[in-house]
């Protein structure tokens, strides 16, 4: 029979796991272990052992799945309120009527550039401190920026005010890698698509009612931009007071690795492990002594300082993405999400300012709010189509970029030729389907092959030099300190830079396909003599036996 100091070294690297797991009140494992003593043979109770462990690991797995639904619900409510903003559809209305009196030029050449210098700067930082400090923190962050960016926005005047407003909104967007990060670490990997489902859901659907909202406020109720304002004001600090019910995770992504889930042994692990923990001697019903002891406390791996626990994950995330770019094919996914992306958010960042000045709010009536809620809709229709659509992604895909590349280029053109705002209004509903569209078939087939943690990687890198090429953008034709062009002429320019993207992937999606059509040929070209000869050889064995015959 198995001793008592044989039980206590299998037990050993167990004992507190399954302590844990005895105590939780959905699991009544613990009358089990008395039953062990009482089993005449060692293969019973080895059995018997094997099935505890394998039950407390069920039950520790229920409990644990069962704890995800309350931080999912807050943080959906997190995500609703902080997108419930009516007034955010007519900024620059706003900034440029009475309540602020700026003009166009300074909204576009000197308050709108410092958003995308401030989001740069904070970017790759925020990333890294976001996950060492476990989101919550990050979240509790994004919500004081958007207090303080909407009481500037209320109360303070002038174009240095308003450029502190773009610079905590700044802020703003570089923190909310939390609010997606968030949840994966706090629920299993079987609850991700759910979640993922739920969190990005509710944040379309309080964009679109948020833009309703505002047209329906500014055009049936004739509310004041300002009022607007203050009703954005009280939904985000409505979000940031629901940050703070967000459980504090116990894991992130890179430096915070180890949880309490990663120490529990799967059941089947745990099945190897017993085995390999008893010696032979101990599997012959012999002295067991030796196997009482354990390591030694010098043994036990001790855990890494800090500073070196911080440079050995930066230098395994450097290594990470070395190999996530060494594929051609991520590699060209990301030129054109970092490209595209680029031009996607400078167009969304003045589109306000062209409408206004093919419009002007103060002589016209403004439908900024109804053409978002509906360009958020089509968004929302043409990222639902991609799961619907069956392609080989990797022969045509290139193709479907070059296309609707060539679509946001056409549609950009027409932005700056027209002068009707309707045409403008349709131009920009299409440029921001067709983006959406291809975004994300870019998600799809980069996320596809990845874990989560290298395409969390990808995504902060590609968005990253998506910034680096904006900021480039922003610095010379928009910045009063660069060329410090017209809001016309700018979207002439950036035409002609999804025009080169176009033609990018347009080129070389041509080249994919010849040089799979001339590898079809080649290969045809040397079977062909092979069937040949074969087909002669049979005809040859056929004379023969017909000659025998």
């Known amino acids: 029979m198995m001793n008592d100091t044989a039980l206590s070294s299998i037990l050993h690297c167990y004992q507190q796991p399954l302590h844990c797991v005895v105590q939780m009140e959905t699991c009544t494992l613990a009358a089990d272990l008395p039953n062990f003593y009482t089993l005449s043979t060692e293969k019973q109770q080895r059995n018997h052992l094997l ?16 704890t995800w639904t309350f931080p999912t619900l807050v943080l959906c409510l997190y995500g609703f309120f902080y997108m419930m903003k009516p007034s955010e559809p007519f900024l620059t209305p706003y900034l440029t009527g009475p309540d602020k009196n700026l003009t166009i030029d300074e909204v576009t050449n000197q ?34 920026s958007f207090i303080v960016t909407w009481l500037l926005l209320l109360f303070a005047h002038g174009v240095a005010a308003m450029q502190a407003v773009e610079f905590f909104y700044g802020m703003v967007t570089a923190t909310e890698v939390a609010y997606y990060a968030y949840i994966y670490s706090v629920v299993s990997t079987d609850h991700y698509q759910r979640v993922t489902s739920y969190c990005r859901s509710i944040t379309l659907v309080a964009a679109t009612l948020a833009a309703v909202l505002g047209q329906l406020l500014v055009s049936l109720a004739d509310v004041s931009y300002f009022h607007l304002n203050a009703i954005t004001l009280a939904s985000v600090s409505l979000a940031f007071v629901c940050s703070f019910l967000l459980p504090m995770p116990q894991k992130s992504m890179f430096f915070h690795r180890k949880a309490i889930s990663e120490t529990l042994p799967q059941p089947d692990k745990v099945v190897a492990a017993l085995s390999s923990n008893v010696p032979s001697s101990c599997q012959g019903d012999k002295d067991c002594t030796a196997a009482d002891t354990g390591p030694a406390p010098a043994q036990w791996p001790q855990q890494p300082e800090p500073q070196h626990h911080v440079l050995r994950v930066l230098l395994q995330l450097g290594k990470d993405l070395r190999e996530c770019y060494s594929s051609r094919k991520l590699l060209y996914w990301s030129l054109w999400w970092a490209l595209a992306t680029a031009g996607f958010n400078q167009v969304v960042n003045y589109i306000q300012v062209l409408w206004d000045f093919r419009a002007p709010s103060h002589s016209s ?35 479907a970029l070059g296309i609707f590349s060539t679509m946001d280029a056409v549609s950009l053109f027409l ?28 998600t799809f087939q980069i996320a596809v092959n990845l874990s989560m943690e290298r395409y969390a990687l990808m995504f902060g890198l590609n968005n990253f030099v998506a910034l680096v090429i904006q900021t480039i953008l922003t610095v010379v034709a928009v910045d009063s300190k660069g060329l410090g062009l017209d809001i016309v002429t700018q979207f002439l320019i950036y035409g002609s830079y999804f025009s080169v993207i176009a033609g990018i992937f347009l080129i070389r999606s041509i080249c994919i396909l010849v040089s799979r059509k001339c590898n079809r040929k080649t290969v045809r070209f040397w ?6 000869a074969q087909h002669e050889s049979k005809e040859q064995t056929v004379t023969g036996c017909t000659t025998r015959l």
């Not at 995308?116 to 919500?143: C, E, H, M, N």
């Not at 360009?375 to 659509?389: H, N």
């Not at 079977?527 to 040949?532: C, G, I, K, S, V």
């Open 51 to 66: 099935s505890f462990a394998a039950k407390a690991m069920g039950c520790w797995k229920n409990k644990n799945s069962n």
């Open 111 to 144: 308050v709108f550039p410092v958003w995308t210098y401030s989001y740069l700067a904070l970017l790759v930082p925020v990333f890294l401190i976001t996950d060492y400090l476990r989101y919550k923190p990050i979240l509790l962050l994004q919500g004081i």
């Open 365 to 399: 009536a403004v439908y900024n709010g109804a053409v978002e809620a509906v360009a958020t809709f089509l968004s929302s229709v043409t990222s639902f189509m991609v799961a619907y659509m069956k392609m080989n992604w990797d022969l045509f895909g290139e193709l």
């Open 415 to 442: 932005m700056h030729f027209t002068t009707n705002i309707w045409v403008c209004y349709a131009s920009y509903l299409i440029f921001k389907a067709s983006y959406m569209l291809l975004i994300t078939i870019a």
């Open 527 to 532: 079977e062909e003599p092979q069937n040949l």
